[in-house]
């Protein structure tokens, strides 16, 4: 099946500054790359995703790019604040009935 | 209304037992999902179900086995519970269209004493 690595496992910001976290798949039929995030204690929610057609796509603070030549995307959070801590999945989708996760980025951000 | 219902949320069980966790979704999806999250909370696909058929089923130990009795449901029973088992299960849905994406239940946290 599909692997998805994502990098770092952890990630510290100040407030007010950016954050980035990166993954690569490594099936090329992969076609709809989805990002979560999830609060302590909560479910897994969608908060931005893109489609193989698409290479860039922006949501006000946050945005994802996806490169399909070298299989990676990563996702941006600019003018990050504490209630964008939290742990961040990006997930790889074949068809939209196999969904496979990366390992999560636990995202801090420092008052 | 939830869109992705699990339940129990809690389970406390002793080794050995068995127990099952059951889930429902409303959206109309025609594919369901168990995910097991560990303490690491490395999201791990256990199955998955497409209008009632098995089409993935990963590496699990065979005491845990899925039942859809229609799209809408999909329940997990496990089988002689080991300490191991500890994690929480979340249920999911999708609909197996290319834009399709995926919902989360809520996730029920299984503790095994």
């Known amino acids: 099946g599909e692997n998805v690595e994502q990098h770092p496992s952890t990630l510290s910001v100040q407030e007010g500054d950016s954050a980035v976290i990166k993954c690569t798949y490594s099936d090329s039929a992969s076609n709809y790359f989805p990002w979560y995030k999830q609060e302590l204690g909560k479910r897994p929610q969608l908060i931005i995703d893109i489609r193989s057609n698409v290479g860039e796509k922006k949501d006000q603070r946050i945005a994802v790019t996806l490169n399909k030549t070298a299989k990676h995307f990563s996702l941006h959070i600019t003018e990050t604040q504490p209630e964008d801590s939290a742990v961040y999945f990006c997930a790889a989708s074949i068809t939209g009935n196999q969904f496979y996760f990366g390992t999560g980025t636990s995202l801090t951000v420092i008052p | 209304d939830t869109a992705v219902s699990q339940t129990p949320k809690y389970l406390v069980t002793q080794m050995g037992n068995d127990k099952s966790i059951k889930c429902e979704q409303n959206l109309g999806h025609d594919t369901m999902y168990w995910y097991k999250q560990d303490s690491k909370k490395f999201l791990k696909i256990m199955f998955s179900?497409?209008?009632?058929?098995?089409?993935i089923n990963e590496t699990v130990p065979n005491r845990f086995s899925p039942k859809s009795p229609d799209k809408a449901h999909l329940n997990l029973h496990i089988n002689s519970l080991e300490l191991g088992d500890s994690a929480v299960y979340f249920c999911?849905?999708?609909?197996?269209?290319?834009?399709?994406?995926?919902?989360f239940g809520e996730g029920s946290w299984l503790t095994v004493v």
């Open positions: 999911a849905s999708s609909q197996a269209e290319w834009w399709g994406t995926i919902y």
């Open positions: 179900y497409n209008n009632k058929e098995l089409i």
